[in-house]
């Protein structure tokens, strides 16, 4: 079974600039998380697909940050303008399991630096 | 305060030791995780557990409900253990199917 798929793996961009980064799920997952994780610290979720629809987005400052998952499968995150704070690992996850007490698949994560 | 609190945050060992890794949360879950990030950022997980004890290969991972700690053990630690190891909860209280993170803790483990 093939894992998350992230790209890219590295980015580097000047603040101002804007960056998109994509996930492909495993095949069948329905639920699609988005994290942002700052150096030293656990994985902050920014957004929750459940499959093409937004089930949480309390934590994505819209103002610059946006993500979309069409046909729910695939999913992009975009950010307009970045910001030197926005410099992170961003990870995508999926997961299969209704309910409680599930598991999530990650990705390899995104290297974000912002200059 | 944390609902997710590890401890130590950073860890070093020499080949061969055994090593514990705390991890205690403040919420009422349904299930306890551990991962393991690689450097480079990639997250594995270890285990989900919500009761007893798991184990696979030299990894062995406990939980307590009535005290809400977990432990992540490590027997016969080898360098290549050296990553992040975090711990997770799904909160029994959520529908929305989310993780609880901790901050992670550090492991180096030393040849």
């Known amino acids: 079974e093939a894992g998350v798929a992230q790209s890219p793996r590295y980015k580097i961009i000047e603040k101002r600039q804007s960056v998109a980064f994509w996930c492909n799920p495993i095949s069948g997952h329905a639920t699609l998380y988005w994290y942002q994780q700052i150096l030293g610290q656990g994985p902050k979720l920014l957004i929750q697909?459940?499959?093409?629809?937004?089930?949480?987005d309390s934590q994505l400052p819209k103002d610059r940050f946006s993500a979309e998952r069409l046909k729910g499968v695939d999913s992009t995150l975009k950010i307009q303008p970045a910001k030197l704070e926005d410099s992170a690992v961003y990870l995508c996850?999926?997961?299969?399991?209704?309910?409680?007490?599930?598991?999530?698949?990650f990705g390899p994560g995104t290297r974000l630096t912002v200059t | 305060k944390n609902e997710v609190e590890q401890s130590p945050q950073n860890l070093t060992a020499q080949e061969g030791e055994f090593i514990t890794i705390n991890c205690s949360y403040s919420v009422g879950i349904s299930a306890l995780h551990w991962l393991q990030q690689h450097p480079g950022g990639g997250i594995v997980s270890l285990f989900m557990l919500s009761s007893g004890k798991k184990k696979h290969g030299r990894l062995i991972a406990t939980i307590n409900i009535q005290e809400k700690h977990s432990s992540l053990h490590i027997t016969a630690s080898h360098p290549r253990d050296s990553a992040v190891y975090i711990c997770?909860?799904?909160?029994?209280?959520?529908?929305?199917?989310?993780?609880?993170f901790g901050s992670g803790t550090q492991l180096t483990v030393l040849p």
């Open positions: 697909f459940q499959n093409n629809g937004v089930v949480d």
């Open positions: 996850a999926s997961s299969p399991i209704k309910g409680q007490g599930y598991e999530q698949y």
């Open positions: 997770a909860v799904s909160l029994s209280s959520g529908s929305a199917r989310q993780l609880t």
